[in-house]
């Protein structure tokens, strides 16, 4: 018998999307639409059954009632089942929305201890737990036997993969024990970058990862995967799906002396690394290189400019004051007085947070020079 399912994990339902300003709001909705938008290509893909491995809300305290409801109704209005692994964000407890009434067709584990739900028309045995708090110390796939019989085995966990040698406190599993379990698949979350399946032993393994990111330590293209699996075969396939993504964009910029040049050379390059798609991304953009003692960087102007092209985009100005130390050398004016006590004080910066603000220092001076400097001014 083969089975077609879906694996997914980590929406984070409610979560407050920091550092995209005002974009945050919008982003939220969009973690809500991916959802719906995964349960639409599961139905068109015709799976017999989809598997959630935690997290699926942020925080079930914070939840809104509209968004428990939204995610209830969509479940109930597929044509296949269900399961749910409550995650360390969306423990089981007294006052989660898991304790409330879901679908016929939705399947929660509310226990810390591995447990299982047979499906006898598809041959299958899912196995999963629930975190009943924030953290879960105990091996849960230790120990486990399974039943010798024809059903296929798979296991829905919220879990952290490990070598083993240190403390774990997000439902530890061991390669060791991957290996002895003998399921026929993990589908584990958690981890919110996705990892290509693999084997121990005849156990198959993967991480889907989070379907929409929700900060710049989630970069790229996010999805979930679609899986076929028999009692010995296993195949699997990701699905991008993620409506934009995280990017970081790291910017030489020596030798421009233009904010607009700046714009247009960031513009290009984010055409350049992510084709049609650059303009729904959001981008942490960090300049870096030397420039002129005579050339200020006004973030703000190219953070609108790029704002009216892409979804969000903010600025990081690590660039570096450009001095020519032979030509310093037979200058005498304030200036060239400032700029040899700020080198000397940026050489001998203890760390290089002091070796920052000593730059910072600089450029901040040297704009002083031209320019009235105001206090909140970056
Ligand atoms: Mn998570």
């Given at each position: 018998?083969?089975?077609?399912f879906?694996?997914?994990?980590d929406?984070?339902?409610?979560?407050?999307c920091?550092?995209?300003?005002?974009k945050s709001?919008?982003r939220?909705?969009?973690i809500?639409?991916?959802?719906i938008?995964?349960l639409?290509?599961?139905?068109?893909e015709?799976?017999d059954?989809l598997?959630?491995?935690?997290?699926?809300?942020?925080?079930?305290?914070?939840?809104?009632e509209?968004?428990?409801?939204?995610v209830?109704k969509?479940?109930g209005?597929v044509?296949f089942n269900?399961?749910?692994?409550p995650g360390n964000?969306?423990?089981?407890?007294?006052?989660?929305?898991?304790?409330?009434?879901?679908p016929?067709?939705?399947?929660?584990?509310?226990d810390?201890?591995?447990?299982?739900?047979?499906?006898?028309?598809?041959?299958?045995?899912?196995w999963?737990?629930?975190?009943?708090?924030a953290y879960?110390r105990n091996?849960l796939?230790k120990d486990v036997?399974?039943?010798?019989?024809?059903?296929?085995?798979i296991?829905?966990?919220h879990?952290?993969l490990?070598?083993g040698?240190?403390?774990?406190a997000?439902?530890?599993?061991?390669y060791?024990?991957?290996?002895n379990?003998?399921m026929?698949y993990?589908?584990?979350g958690h981890?919110?970058?996705?990892?290509?399946?693999k084997y121990?032993?005849?156990?198959?393994?993967?991480y889907?990862g989070?379907?929409e990111?929700?900060?710049?330590d989630?970069?790229?293209?996010?999805?979930?995967y679609?899986?076929?699996i028999s009692?010995?075969?296993?195949?699997l396939?990701?699905?991008?799906c993620?409506?934009?993504?995280?990017e970081?964009l790291?910017?030489?910029?020596?030798?421009?002396e233009?904010?607009?040049?700046?714009?247009?050379?960031?513009?290009?390059?984010?055409?350049k690394?992510?084709?049609?798609?650059?303009i729904?991304?959001?981008?942490?953009?960090?300049?870096s290189g030397e420039?002129s003692e005579?050339f200020?960087?006004n973030?703000?102007?190219?953070?609108?400019y790029l704002?009216?092209?892409?979804?969000?985009a903010?600025?990081?100005?690590?660039t570096?004051?450009?001095?020519?130390?032979?030509?310093?050398k037979?200058?005498?004016?304030?200036?060239?007085?400032f700029?040899?006590?700020?080198m000397?004080?940026?050489?001998?910066?203890?760390?290089?947070y002091?070796?920052?603000?000593n730059?910072?220092?600089l450029?901040?001076?040297?704009?002083?020079f031209?320019?009235?400097v105001?206090y909140?001014d970056?």
């Amino acid at each position: 018998m083969e089975i077609k399912f879906a694996h997914t994990s980590d929406f984070h339902i409610g979560a407050k999307c920091k550092g995209i300003g005002n974009k945050s709001e919008i982003r939220k909705y969009e973690i809500t639409n991916a959802f719906i938008n995964i349960l639409k290509i599961s139905s068109k893909e015709n799976i017999d059954i989809l598997f959630i491995a935690g997290d699926l809300f942020d925080d079930t305290k914070g939840i809104q009632e509209e968004d428990i409801n939204i995610v209830k109704k969509s479940l109930g209005d597929v044509n296949f089942n269900v399961v749910i692994s409550p995650g360390n964000h969306d423990p089981f407890t007294s006052d989660s929305p898991y304790c409330s009434q879901w679908p016929n067709n939705v399947f929660i584990f509310k226990d810390d201890k591995l447990d299982f739900i047979e499906f006898n028309d598809l041959k299958l045995r899912v196995w999963g737990h629930a975190f009943k708090s924030a953290y879960e110390r105990n091996h849960l796939l230790k120990d486990v036997k399974l039943p010798q019989d024809d059903f296929i085995n798979i296991c829905v966990m919220h879990g952290n993969l490990f070598d083993g040698n240190n403390n774990n406190a997000y439902a530890p599993i061991t390669y060791d024990e991957v290996k002895n379990c003998c399921m026929d698949y993990i589908a584990l979350g958690h981890i919110h970058k996705k990892s290509e399946p693999k084997y121990v032993g005849k156990t198959c393994y993967t991480y889907c990862g989070c379907p929409e990111a929700t900060g710049f330590d989630e970069t790229g293209e996010k999805g979930f995967y679609i899986g076929k699996i028999s009692k010995n075969f296993c195949n699997l396939t990701f699905k991008s799906c993620s409506k934009r993504n995280y990017e970081v964009l790291n910017l030489d910029i020596t030798n421009l002396e233009s904010d607009f040049d700046i714009a247009e050379l960031i513009i290009m390059e984010m055409k350049k690394n992510y084709k049609e798609k650059y303009i729904n991304n959001i981008y942490k953009v960090v300049l870096s290189g030397e420039i002129s003692e005579n050339f200020f960087i006004n973030t703000l102007k190219i953070e609108t400019y790029l704002n009216d092209r892409v979804f969000f985009a903010s600025l990081s100005d690590n660039t570096e004051t450009r001095v020519d130390i032979d030509e310093l050398k037979f200058r005498n004016d304030f200036k060239s007085i400032f700029i040899k006590k700020m080198m000397l004080k940026i050489e001998n910066s203890k760390n290089d947070y002091e070796k920052n603000i000593n730059r910072q220092a600089l450029k901040i001076g040297l704009r002083a020079f031209r320019e009235e400097v105001k206090y909140s001014d970056n």
